[in-house]
């Protein structure tokens, strides 16, 4: 079975910075696309960010661009979600998951097979 596991996610004030892992197994993470999602409370979840498996691309959230950065350590299978100067907007529910193929530009959740059970971030003073 393929296992996504989220961590790192807690209490942060405005401007402040998490860094959120996905452990993956029952794959071979280089040959997958990453992407991280966030549901807020009452709301559909939406995508963040993500990087393509055809052209290595990262495509954002324009709201995103700047500030959060995606990375993967292919030895430990893990991907890593950097997120800086965080706002109270940002609160939610992130999720990792993970597509063979794709996505292009106008990529969307639908597209991915895979996904974790999520990590809460909350942004608050």
């Known amino acids: 079975q393929v296992q996504l596991v989220e961590s790192g996610g807690g209490l942060v004030q405005p401007g402040g910075s998490l860094r959120l892992s996905c452990v993956i197994s029952g794959l071979t993470l280089d040959d997958y696309a990453i992407g991280w999602f966030r549901q807020a409370p009452g709301k559909e979840r939406e995508g963040v960010l993500c990087?393509?498996?055809?052209?290595?691309?990262?495509y954002y959230a324009d709201s995103v661009k700047g500030r959060f950065t995606i990375s993967r350590d292919n030895s430990k299978n893990t991907v890593y979600l950097q997120m800086n100067n965080l706002k109270p907007e940002e609160t939610g529910r992130y999720y990792c998951?993970?597509?063979?193929?794709?996505?292009?530009?106008?990529?969307?959740?639908?597209?991915?097979?895979?996904w974790g059970q999520g990590t809460q971030v909350t942004v608050s003073s």
């Open positions: 998951a993970t597509v063979e193929d794709g996505p292009g530009p106008d990529w969307s959740l639908y597209e991915f097979d895979y």
């Open positions: 990087k393509s498996s055809t052209d290595g691309s990262t």
